[in-house]
């Protein structure tokens, strides 16, 4: 059974860290394609993050260049984002989502976690 339980989220203040999990279970964590999207209020989802499969290059929105970093433990099966320099407008729900091919390419697998909220206030 396929799952992404993300964790981490919270209150933090303007400037602040918090460093979000996603924890999978039910696949093969380094084969998948893994993101972190969020989703604020009133908007649509946004991609935040992403890591490929193979060679686990990452890519990231402009609006968190340089400010958040996603990494990967292919032995604990988890994705992590580090988010520093917080500010308000990062403030969503952020929703970890892994992507991967089986029957040689002609099925794709596409899972989402719950999402865990972030809070950037004073």
């Known amino acids: 059974q396929v799952q992404l339980v993300e964790s981490g989220g919270g209150l933090v203040q303007p400037g602040g860290s918090l460093r979000l999990s996603c924890a999978a279970s039910?696949?093969?964590?380094?084969?998948?394609?893994m993101s972190w999207y969020r989703q604020a209020p009133g908007h649509e989802r946004e991609l935040v993050a992403s890591?490929?499969?193979?060679?686990?290059?990452?890519n990231y929105a402009d609006s968190v260049e340089g400010r958040f970093t996603l990494s990967r433990d292919n032995a604990k099966k988890t994705m992590y984002l580090q988010m520093n320099s917080l500010k308000p407008e990062d403030t969503a729900v952020y929703y970890c989502?892994?992507?991967?091919?089986?029957?040689?390419?002609?099925?794709?697998?596409?899972?989402w976690g719950q999402g865990t909220q972030v809070t950037v206030s004073s």
């Open positions: 039910g696949f093969t964590v380094g084969r998948a394609a």
């Open positions: 890591i490929t499969s193979v060679g686990g290059s990452t």
């Open positions: 989502n892994a992507v991967w091919y089986t029957d040689y390419g002609r099925e794709r697998n596409n899972y």
